[in-house]
């Protein structure tokens, strides 16, 4: 088999990893297999090569197209062929960066120096600078974490579920405190100690609807996750099941499901949300019909805000108020206190979310029931 050949099969085995940020690349300018978008930490995106080293692997996974159960032809590429493809990829400028992850041939420790030996060869031999994304495969070594650290500019670990019960329900091969939760906290700890190690830092994905958690269970894990762990981001990918799997007969995950936990999650990262602002119904889940920071909005009894006047807090929790906004209503107000709606919309206030909300001079601009 060839290495164009090897790099086909091994991006279509990749899939299993794709969270509902990574689209597969469909420009004609390179019809080649192992591009995908991505957004980066920056949020802007960019096309990266992403591929596994080995779809050969030793785990279970019941979700995945690789898990140690399934009968099918396994390959791996030698860092040194791989190396070489992306070289190619990125001198064409297919891609601008690189996001390598990897099954377990052999064992854990020797499958990831493979995957730091891409990233050593790009960096130290060919002077190689931009992105790297390095896939930690949970129950790596600290040493091998490290010195992932060392090269990527980002690592990640799929924590994959919210609950010990609920990865046990798709893996009985992994532990979720020994081989994922300790490495994330040795990822925060290299960081903290050496910032220029990963210095994007660690991100992590979860499955949604692989198993049976609730919304409200994996909101509050991330929570934990950026409040404890010092994780960046997380993703979110949408079951599907596939042909050949322990879970090829369950439903395929709703993507609407993922896209409101999306927001869910911005506002718990970005926004600095509790979890118990957010609105659950009773069986633990987001009404997928509702932004949920409106959800949140209309059951709060902090509104409606004076623009002029409202701390930060208060005004990012207005639908229709984003981060940029409310810090640009802050530095304005003060010597230009905002009199109408239009001054509002010119800085990036979506004025017919927010109107219910806020009150300019003491006046209401409308109110929820009109709404
Ligand atoms: S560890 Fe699990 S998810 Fe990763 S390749 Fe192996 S079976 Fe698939």
């Known amino acids: 088999m060839n290495t164009m050949h090897k790099m086909q099969v091994l991006s279509d085995s990749a899939q299993y990893d794709l969270c509902d940020y990574v689209n597969r690349h469909t420009s004609s300018s390179a019809n080649l297999p192992g591009i995908y978008h991505s957004t980066v930490s920056s949020g802007c995106t960019i096309p990266l090569f992403k591929v596994l080293m080995t779809n050969k692997c030793c785990n279970d996974c019941k979700y995945c197209i690789n898990n140690s159960k399934r009968n099918f032809t396994r390959i791996e590429l030698t860092?040194?062929?791989?190396?070489?493809?992306?070289?190619?990829?990125?001198?064409?400028?297919?891609?601008?960066?690189?996001?390598l992850s990897s099954g377990i041939s052999g064992d854990i420790d020797s499958s990831m120096e493979k995957v730091v030996e891409v990233a050593r060869l790009l960096r130290l031999e060919h002077g190689y600078q931009d992105y790297i994304h390095l896939k930690i495969i949970p129950g790596a070594s600290r040493d091998i974490i490290k010195r992932a650290m060392g090269l990527a500019d980002r690592v990640s670990v799929n924590i994959e579920a919210a609950t010990p019960s609920g990865l046990s329900e798709i893996s009985s091969t992994k532990d979720y405190h020994t081989d994922i939760i300790r490495r994330l906290k040795w990822i925060r700890a290299i960081h903290k100690k050496n910032p220029e190690c990963a210095p994007s830092g660690g991100t992590t994905q979860l499955i949604v609807g692989a198993n049976d958690e609730s919304d409200a269970d994996i909101l509050k894990r991330v929570k934990w996750l950026y409040d404890k762990m010092d994780?960046?981001?997380?993703?979110?990918?949408?079951?599907?099941?596939?042909?050949?799997?322990?879970?090829?007969?369950?439903?395929?995950?709703?993507?609407?499901?993922?896209?409101?936990?999306?927001?869910?999650?911005?506002?718990?990262?970005?926004?600095?949300?509790?979890?118990?602002?957010?609105?659950?119904?009773?069986?633990?889940?987001?009404?997928?019909?509702?932004?949920?920071?409106?959800?949140?909005?209309?059951?709060?009894?902090?509104?409606?805000?004076?623009?002029?006047?409202?701390?930060?807090?208060?005004?990012?929790?207005?639908?229709?108020?984003?981060?940029?906004?409310?810090?640009?209503?802050?530095s304005i107000r003060k010597k230009h206190p905002f009199k109408k709606l239009?001054?509002?919309?010119?800085?990036?206030?979506?004025?017919?979310?927010?109107?219910p909300f806020i009150k300019l001079e003491g006046n209401y601009q409308s109110s929820l029931d009109s709404f």
């Open 79 to 99: 860092p040194r062929e791989l190396t070489r493809v992306f070289l190619h990829y990125y001198q064409k400028k297919y891609v601008n960066g690189l996001f």
């Open 231 to 330: 994780v960046r981001r997380s993703y979110f990918s949408t079951f599907q099941p596939l042909e050949e799997t322990p879970l090829e007969k369950r439903p395929p995950g709703n993507p609407i499901r993922s896209s409101r936990l999306y927001q869910a999650d911005a506002l718990l990262n970005s926004y600095k949300f509790k979890v118990d602002e957010l609105i659950f119904q009773e069986d633990g889940f987001l009404d997928s019909t509702l932004d949920p920071k409106y959800a949140a909005a209309i059951n709060m009894d902090i509104f409606p805000v004076e623009i002029n006047q409202g701390p930060y807090r208060d005004l990012i929790r207005v639908p229709g108020i984003g981060t940029l906004s409310a810090r640009r209503i802050i």
């Open 342 to 355: 239009e001054e509002l919309k010119k800085i990036g206030v979506v004025v017919h979310r927010a109107e």
